[in-house]
């Protein structure tokens, strides 16, 4: 299989953090953000949009990453990113929606390069664009983790699920926005807890060839 990434992609961190997990080895081709390499024609021709990350397996191209991780768990079951009650899988994919569809949409390059490009902003009005909708999103989220009676070391129970995946890639990035993360003592800690396993650490965007 082959990743097309870029380092500083939270939709491809989520990604690389879950093919670690599931200790599945593959191709990663850098797609260069920077430099505007997503808006060639011929990377058009591998995702329609343009976007990171895309999956090519023998005889299937696989968009977006929802979709994505959702293959990756049908696919290759084990280790399980999602528990086995229906009602408990529907609570850690709710937990991965609100990072993946409330609060990293807001904070996609592409929207603050609008922000700049078109409606002239500064980058301290970018930054508190950025950390207004993270603080939304992680106070949700904080209320959410301390009324659970599943939360362990991680967001559900003491191995790591797709609210896992979906929530370091964010923190990651609320870092780089210098966003205190102090105001959520229990996302940190997860956050922090996470990094201790080798899956997660290794899809960090500073440990990439292309960064």
């Not at 879950?18 to 990377?43: C, P």
């Not at 994919?93 to 807001?106: K, S, T």
Request: contains cysteine; proline residues 7%.
């Amino acid at each position: 299989m082959q990743l097309y990434t870029f380092f500083r992609s939270g939709t491809s961190h989520r990604l690389r953090i879950a093919l670690n997990l599931k200790q599945l080895n593959v191709e990663h081709i850098a797609v260069d953000l920077r430099t505007e390499q997503h808006l060639r024609a011929e990377y058009h021709e591998i995702h329609p949009q343009g976007f990171v990350p895309a999956l090519k397996t023998p005889g299937h191209l696989l968009i977006q990453s929802p979709a994505i991780l959702e293959w990756l768990e049908e696919t290759y079951p084990t280790p399980a990113l999602l528990p086995k009650d229906p009602f408990d899988r529907a609570h850690v994919r709710a937990m991965a929606a609100l990072v993946g569809c409330d609060i990293h949409p807001l904070n996609n390059r592409r929207v603050l390069e609008h922000l700049r490009k078109s409606l002239g902003s500064s980058e301290d009005q970018v930054n508190a664009w950025c950390e207004k909708w993270i603080a939304s999103g992680f106070d949700a989220l904080e209320r959410i983790l301390k009324d659970s009676s599943n939360r362990g070391h991680f967001c559900f129970g003491d191995s790591p699920t797709l609210a896992d995946v979906y929530l370091a890639p964010q923190v990651e990035s609320a870092r780089r926005f210098k966003v205190d993360m102090n105001q959520w003592p229990i996302i940190k800690a997860i956050d922090e807890h996470c990094l201790t396993l080798d899956a997660f650490h290794r899809a960090s965007p500073a440990l990439q060839p292309d960064a």
